[in-house]
Protein backbone atom coordinates (compact mmCIF):
# COMPACT_ATOMS: atom_id res chain seq x y z
CA UNK A 1 0.00 0.00 0.00
CA UNK A 2 1.15 3.81 -0.50
CA UNK A 3 -0.06 7.56 0.67
CA UNK A 4 -1.43 7.61 -3.02
CA UNK A 5 -4.10 4.68 -1.69
CA UNK A 6 -4.88 6.67 1.15
CA UNK A 7 -5.69 9.38 -0.68
CA UNK A 8 -7.71 7.46 -3.23
CA UNK A 9 -9.87 6.21 -0.21
CA UNK A 10 -10.05 9.76 1.15
CA UNK A 11 -11.54 10.85 -2.33
CA UNK A 12 -14.26 8.68 -2.14
CA UNK A 13 -15.00 8.77 1.38
CA UNK A 14 -14.30 5.16 2.06
CA UNK A 15 -13.56 4.66 6.04
CA UNK A 16 -10.52 2.86 6.66
CA UNK A 17 -7.81 1.81 9.57
CA UNK A 18 -4.19 2.78 8.29
CA UNK A 19 -0.58 1.86 9.93
CA UNK A 20 2.48 3.11 9.11
CA UNK A 21 6.20 2.37 10.07
CA UNK A 22 8.62 4.52 12.08
CA UNK A 23 10.56 5.00 8.86
CA UNK A 24 6.72 5.29 6.81
CA UNK A 25 8.67 2.95 4.32
CA UNK A 26 5.30 -0.10 5.08
CA UNK A 27 1.53 0.98 5.44
CA UNK A 28 -1.06 -0.89 5.95
CA UNK A 29 -4.65 -0.02 4.75
CA UNK A 30 -7.64 -1.92 5.21
CA UNK A 31 -11.32 -0.74 4.86
CA UNK A 32 -12.61 -0.84 8.39
CA UNK A 33 -15.47 -3.83 7.39
CA UNK A 34 -12.36 -5.81 6.97
CA UNK A 35 -10.42 -5.77 10.11
CA UNK A 36 -12.06 -8.63 12.03
CA UNK A 37 -11.11 -11.20 9.36
CA UNK A 38 -7.70 -9.56 9.14
CA UNK A 39 -7.46 -10.27 12.79
CA UNK A 40 -6.71 -6.22 13.93
CA UNK A 41 -8.56 -4.96 16.16
CA UNK A 42 -8.54 -0.82 17.21
CA UNK A 43 -10.17 1.58 19.93
CA UNK A 44 -10.02 5.05 20.30
CA UNK A 45 -11.61 6.58 23.50
CA UNK A 46 -9.80 10.19 24.58
CA UNK A 47 -11.61 9.76 27.95
CA UNK A 48 -9.65 6.53 28.66
CA UNK A 49 -6.84 7.11 31.17
CA UNK A 50 -4.30 4.55 31.15
CA UNK A 51 -4.17 2.00 34.37
CA UNK A 52 -1.63 -0.86 34.73
CA UNK A 53 0.25 -3.28 37.16
CA UNK A 54 3.36 -4.04 36.73
CA UNK A 55 3.24 -7.30 39.26
CA UNK A 56 3.08 -9.99 36.67
CA UNK A 57 6.17 -7.76 34.41
CA UNK A 58 9.29 -8.99 34.43
CA UNK A 59 12.42 -6.59 32.55
CA UNK A 60 15.00 -7.05 31.05
CA UNK A 61 16.57 -4.23 29.55
CA UNK A 62 20.10 -2.86 28.27
CA UNK A 63 22.05 -1.62 30.91
CA UNK A 64 22.99 1.42 32.33
CA UNK A 65 26.64 1.22 31.25
CA UNK A 66 25.93 0.40 27.41
CA UNK A 67 22.82 3.27 27.25
CA UNK A 68 25.23 5.54 28.81
CA UNK A 69 27.40 4.70 25.64
CA UNK A 70 24.81 5.21 23.36
CA UNK A 71 23.45 8.35 25.43
CA UNK A 72 27.18 9.73 25.43
CA UNK A 73 27.49 9.52 21.24
CA UNK A 74 24.60 11.88 21.49
CA UNK A 75 25.58 14.42 23.29
CA UNK A 76 28.31 14.80 21.07
CA UNK A 77 26.47 14.80 18.11
CA UNK A 78 24.87 17.57 19.82
CA UNK A 79 27.93 19.15 20.39
CA UNK A 80 28.49 18.72 16.62
CA UNK A 81 25.53 20.80 15.95
CA UNK A 82 23.98 17.57 14.01
CA UNK A 83 20.75 17.11 16.35
CA UNK A 84 19.73 19.72 19.07
CA UNK A 85 16.95 16.94 19.99
CA UNK A 86 16.53 13.37 19.80
CA UNK A 87 14.47 10.39 21.03
CA UNK A 88 16.67 7.40 22.28
CA UNK A 89 14.88 4.14 22.03
CA UNK A 90 15.68 0.84 22.87
CA UNK A 91 14.17 -2.52 22.98
CA UNK A 92 13.38 -4.31 26.60
CA UNK A 93 12.95 -8.29 26.81
CA UNK A 94 9.47 -8.50 29.20
CA UNK A 95 7.92 -11.75 30.07
CA UNK A 96 4.26 -11.84 31.40
CA UNK A 97 2.00 -14.34 30.87
CA UNK A 98 -0.56 -12.67 29.33
CA UNK A 99 -1.03 -12.52 25.13
CA UNK A 100 -1.57 -9.77 22.65
CA UNK A 101 -5.04 -10.03 22.86
CA UNK A 102 -5.80 -10.66 26.71
CA UNK A 103 -2.87 -7.34 26.80
CA UNK A 104 -5.59 -5.71 24.35
CA UNK A 105 -8.47 -6.65 25.83
CA UNK A 106 -7.08 -5.48 29.40
CA UNK A 107 -5.67 -2.05 28.28
CA UNK A 108 -7.97 1.01 28.49
CA UNK A 109 -5.89 3.73 26.83
CA UNK A 110 -7.17 6.24 25.03
CA UNK A 111 -5.23 5.12 21.69
CA UNK A 112 -4.79 1.15 21.32
CA UNK A 113 -4.03 -1.48 18.92
CA UNK A 114 -3.60 -5.12 18.12
CA UNK A 115 -2.24 -6.43 15.15
CA UNK A 116 -2.64 -9.64 14.41
CA UNK A 117 -0.42 -11.59 16.94
CA UNK A 118 2.47 -9.72 15.80
CA UNK A 119 2.09 -6.42 17.97
CA UNK A 120 -0.14 -3.94 20.67
CA UNK A 121 -0.01 -0.63 21.05
CA UNK A 122 -1.81 0.85 23.89
CA UNK A 123 -0.72 4.55 23.40
CA UNK A 124 -1.90 8.00 25.64
CA UNK A 125 -0.13 10.40 22.60
CA UNK A 126 -2.24 11.62 19.83
CA UNK A 127 -0.74 11.95 16.14
CA UNK A 128 -3.26 14.50 14.51
CA UNK A 129 -6.70 15.11 14.04
CA UNK A 130 -8.85 16.49 11.19
CA UNK A 131 -12.38 17.64 11.57
CA UNK A 132 -14.11 19.92 9.15
CA UNK A 133 -11.29 21.87 8.24
CA UNK A 134 -9.19 21.78 11.21
CA UNK A 135 -6.31 19.69 11.79
CA UNK A 136 -4.49 19.07 15.21
CA UNK A 137 -1.71 17.61 17.10
CA UNK A 138 -0.84 17.36 20.34
CA UNK A 139 3.09 16.44 20.81
CA UNK A 140 3.97 14.89 24.42
CA UNK A 141 7.34 15.95 25.88
CA UNK A 142 8.12 15.61 29.46
CA UNK A 143 7.29 12.68 31.66
CA UNK A 144 8.03 12.76 35.86
CA UNK A 145 7.08 9.94 38.73
CA UNK A 146 3.95 11.78 39.99
CA UNK A 147 5.18 10.93 43.83
CA UNK A 148 7.99 12.97 43.97
CA UNK A 149 6.70 16.34 46.13
CA UNK A 150 5.34 19.04 44.27
CA UNK A 151 5.94 16.99 40.76
CA UNK A 152 3.58 19.21 38.42
CA UNK A 153 5.59 22.32 39.52
CA UNK A 154 8.68 20.81 39.10
CA UNK A 155 8.46 19.44 35.33
CA UNK A 156 6.73 22.87 34.51
CA UNK A 157 9.53 24.87 35.74
CA UNK A 158 12.46 22.71 34.84
CA UNK A 159 14.45 24.21 32.34
CA UNK A 160 15.82 21.29 30.43
CA UNK A 161 12.19 19.70 30.11
CA UNK A 162 11.03 23.58 29.29
CA UNK A 163 13.65 23.60 26.31
CA UNK A 164 13.43 19.77 25.00
CA UNK A 165 9.38 20.46 24.94
CA UNK A 166 9.51 24.18 22.59
CA UNK A 167 12.12 22.55 20.37
CA UNK A 168 9.18 19.56 19.93
CA UNK A 169 6.33 22.49 20.24
CA UNK A 170 8.18 24.36 17.25
CA UNK A 171 9.34 21.18 15.16
CA UNK A 172 5.29 20.38 15.10
CA UNK A 173 4.50 23.46 14.77
CA UNK A 174 6.86 24.22 11.30
CA UNK A 175 5.21 20.31 10.26
CA UNK A 176 2.09 21.42 10.88
CA UNK A 177 2.40 24.70 8.56
CA UNK A 178 3.67 22.33 5.51
CA UNK A 179 -0.24 20.94 5.16
CA UNK A 180 -2.09 23.88 6.75
CA UNK A 181 -2.87 27.40 6.86
CA UNK A 182 -3.08 29.78 10.67
CA UNK A 183 -0.94 27.18 12.63
CA UNK A 184 -1.12 28.56 16.27
CA UNK A 185 -0.34 27.07 19.59
CA UNK A 186 -4.13 26.36 21.28
CA UNK A 187 -2.89 25.57 24.58
CA UNK A 188 0.91 25.21 26.01
CA UNK A 189 2.53 22.38 28.09
CA UNK A 190 -0.29 20.94 30.20
CA UNK A 191 -0.47 17.73 32.36
CA UNK A 192 -1.95 14.51 32.16
CA UNK A 193 -1.61 12.27 34.62
CA UNK A 194 -1.19 7.95 33.74
CA UNK A 195 -1.00 5.67 36.07
CA UNK A 196 2.06 2.97 35.40
CA UNK A 197 2.49 -0.02 36.86
CA UNK A 198 2.97 0.76 40.86
CA UNK A 199 3.63 4.69 40.02
CA UNK A 200 1.87 7.33 38.62
CA UNK A 201 3.49 9.50 35.92
CA UNK A 202 2.65 12.79 35.01
CA UNK A 203 2.87 13.61 30.90
CA UNK A 204 3.07 17.45 29.54
CA UNK A 205 1.64 18.11 26.23
CA UNK A 206 0.77 21.01 24.17
CA UNK A 207 -2.11 21.64 21.07
CA UNK A 208 -1.53 22.61 18.02
CA UNK A 209 -4.01 23.58 15.61
CA UNK A 210 -4.37 25.05 11.63
CA UNK A 211 -6.45 24.98 8.96
CA UNK A 212 -6.39 22.34 6.09
CA UNK A 213 -9.43 23.76 3.77
CA UNK A 214 -12.64 21.40 3.05
CA UNK A 215 -10.67 19.41 0.47
CA UNK A 216 -8.28 17.55 2.65
CA UNK A 217 -9.59 14.14 2.29
CA UNK A 218 -8.20 13.76 -1.12
CA UNK A 219 -5.18 14.23 0.28
CA UNK A 220 -4.59 12.22 3.86
CA UNK A 221 -1.72 10.43 2.26
CA UNK A 222 -0.02 13.83 1.45
CA UNK A 223 -0.60 15.06 4.84
CA UNK A 224 0.23 11.91 6.96
CA UNK A 225 3.52 11.89 4.35
CA UNK A 226 4.37 14.99 5.02
CA UNK A 227 4.25 14.93 8.82
CA UNK A 228 6.11 11.84 9.23
CA UNK A 229 7.78 10.45 11.48
CA UNK A 230 6.07 12.14 14.29
CA UNK A 231 8.56 15.03 15.61
CA UNK A 232 7.93 13.95 19.32
CA UNK A 233 9.35 10.83 18.86
CA UNK A 234 12.18 11.45 16.12
CA UNK A 235 14.05 15.37 16.81
CA UNK A 236 15.39 18.84 15.26
CA UNK A 237 16.19 18.94 12.85
CA UNK A 238 14.71 15.98 11.44
CA UNK A 239 16.61 14.53 8.38
CA UNK A 240 19.97 14.67 10.23
CA UNK A 241 18.22 13.51 13.49
CA UNK A 242 16.78 10.22 11.86
CA UNK A 243 20.39 9.28 10.54
CA UNK A 244 21.76 9.75 13.85
CA UNK A 245 18.95 7.33 15.59
CA UNK A 246 20.04 4.89 12.87
CA UNK A 247 23.44 4.58 14.01
CA UNK A 248 23.44 4.60 17.58
CA UNK A 249 19.75 2.95 18.51
CA UNK A 250 21.13 -0.75 17.22
CA UNK A 251 17.69 -2.13 16.55
CA UNK A 252 14.82 -1.76 14.11
CA UNK A 253 11.85 0.40 15.65
CA UNK A 254 9.71 -1.12 13.26
CA UNK A 255 6.28 0.27 13.40
CA UNK A 256 7.22 1.06 16.94
CA UNK A 257 6.87 5.16 16.89
CA UNK A 258 4.95 4.93 13.71
CA UNK A 259 1.23 5.67 13.78
CA UNK A 260 -1.93 4.57 13.34
CA UNK A 261 -5.30 6.21 12.75
CA UNK A 262 -8.65 5.78 11.46
CA UNK A 263 -11.10 7.70 8.72
CA UNK A 264 -14.87 7.42 9.11
CA UNK A 265 -15.48 9.07 5.83
CA UNK A 266 -15.40 12.29 8.09
CA UNK A 267 -12.98 13.16 10.34
CA UNK A 268 -9.59 11.67 10.94
CA UNK A 269 -8.12 10.22 14.44
CA UNK A 270 -4.89 9.08 14.77
CA UNK A 271 -2.02 7.79 17.48
CA UNK A 272 1.68 7.98 17.63
CA UNK A 273 2.20 4.50 18.54
CA UNK A 274 4.16 4.10 21.77
CA UNK A 275 4.01 1.84 25.01
CA UNK A 276 4.21 -1.12 22.35
CA UNK A 277 4.62 -4.71 22.40
CA UNK A 278 6.37 -6.64 19.66
CA UNK A 279 6.03 -10.65 19.65
CA UNK A 280 9.11 -12.42 18.43
CA UNK A 281 10.61 -15.80 17.98
CA UNK A 282 12.18 -14.91 21.55
CA UNK A 283 9.61 -13.59 23.61
CA UNK A 284 8.08 -10.04 24.00
CA UNK A 285 9.74 -7.03 23.28
CA UNK A 286 8.78 -3.35 24.81
CA UNK A 287 9.91 -0.60 22.91
CA UNK A 288 10.35 2.59 24.79
CA UNK A 289 12.86 5.84 25.43
CA UNK A 290 12.57 9.47 25.74
CA UNK A 291 14.27 12.80 24.27
CA UNK A 292 17.82 13.73 24.53
CA UNK A 293 19.25 17.17 24.55
CA UNK A 294 22.63 18.99 25.80
CA UNK A 295 20.62 19.43 28.88
CA UNK A 296 19.77 15.52 29.43
CA UNK A 297 20.70 13.77 32.52
CA UNK A 298 21.61 9.93 31.42
CA UNK A 299 20.26 8.54 35.11
CA UNK A 300 17.27 10.36 34.40
CA UNK A 301 16.89 9.57 30.85
CA UNK A 302 17.55 5.90 31.66
CA UNK A 303 14.89 5.91 34.55
CA UNK A 304 11.93 7.64 32.05
CA UNK A 305 13.05 4.59 29.56
CA UNK A 306 12.41 2.19 32.09
CA UNK A 307 9.66 4.03 33.97
CA UNK A 308 7.35 3.73 30.49
CA UNK A 309 7.80 -0.25 30.41
CA UNK A 310 4.56 -1.44 31.87
CA UNK A 311 1.29 -2.96 30.75
CA UNK A 312 -2.04 -1.99 31.16
Keep these: MTFEDINSLGA ?118 ISGDKISTHPMKGTIDASIPNAKEIILKDKKEMAEHIMVVDLLRNDLSIVAKNVKVEEFRYITEIEAGKKKLLHVSSHISGEVGDDWHSKIGDILKSLLPAGSISGAPKRSTLEIIQSVEGYERGYFSGVFGVYDGEALESAVMIRFVQKTQDGYIYKSGGGITFDSSVKSEYDEMLDKVYLP
Design 12 to 129: KREPFLFIVDFKAQNIVLLPLDKLKENDIEFEINEEYKLKSHEDFLQKDGISFEKYKEKFDFVIEKIKNGETYLLNLTQPTAIKTQLSLKEIYNAANAPYKLRYKDEFVCFSPEKFIS
